[in-house]
């Protein structure tokens, strides 16, 4: 089973007439990439909340956001502006563009009133012990729908790759009947051309150990082995147990690597048309499998 890094979990929790809603969205990434966006009542809270996060989401550039709706009837939320800070703000930007000599924003009261704090909204009540548990727990269901999304899109992205590997597959059992032909074309063709050379003399004995020589530096046996078992292996990391595994992805990615380095030596000893033509279609398939890769967890 594997997961994709493509993913979308959301909850809601009403407190105290305060409705909070938690979305998680993400899309593939190297590594963990969070993005917290969060309301000024949770600011102070932000430690605790990745700490949440972090171990449930795995990899991938995750944004997590939660917002607050008030949900209370008949009444209009009361804000205040906290000017010393509005001052100290503004005191700051403007020593720094008289010292560094650059242009002042073109809109620096907007800029001001979106600095954290310079907008303080009145009532505004810490949410208890009791309260951050029950957000937690609609953190929760969030990141319960949010990997159970990434699991719906790793199931259709094993599809994918089945899919793709039993073409690859298939592919390679069609390199066989050509592979013995090449060889009897290629010694025809180089005994055609010594008997038109009826004015060298030879020894035959040489010339068949130079030509059992060649023979075996264009043996791919090797190489089809090589690639059915990458093939195998591929297989069976798919259908691997468990929760999801960052190392997973990034394995599936190593052994697509090796299978293009099987191919491509195939290709190069191949010696013949319709096996290059082939070789042309296992990678085109291999390429898809790559871009697909990206999104694996």
Known sequence: MIYSMTGYGSSQLLLEGVTYEVSIRSVNSKQLDLSLRLPSILRDREIELRGILIPALFRGKVDVTIRTADNS?????????????????????HSAIE???IPQPEDLTRLLLSYPGVIVEQGETPLTDEDMQLLRQAIGEAVD?????????????????????????????????????????????LEERLAQLTSIQYDEARLEQ???????????????????NHIRYFREVLVQTGEPDPSRGKKLGFIAQEMGREINTL???????????????MKDELEQIKEQV???L
């Open 73 to 93: 009837l008949g009444t209009t939320p009361q804000v205040q502006i906290n000017a010393p800070l509005l001052r100290a703000y503004y005191d700051q930007i």
């Open 99 to 101: 010292a560094e000599g």
């Open 145 to 189: 729908q949010f990997n159970a999304f990434r699991e719906q899109e790793g199931a259709s992205l094993e599809r994918i790759f089945v899919e793709k590997l039993d073409r690859i597959a298939t592919l390679l059992a069609e390199v066989d009947p050509y592979e013995q032909s090449r060889i009897t074309d290629l010694r025809s063709k």
């Open 210 to 228: 130079e030509l059992i020589y060649y023979i075996e530096k264009l043996d791919i046996s090797e190489e089809k082995n090589r690639l059915a």
């Open 267 to 281: 290709g190069s000893k191949s010696n013949n048309a319709a096996m290059q033509q082939l070789v042309v279609r």
């Open 294 to 296: 990206l999104n694996v």
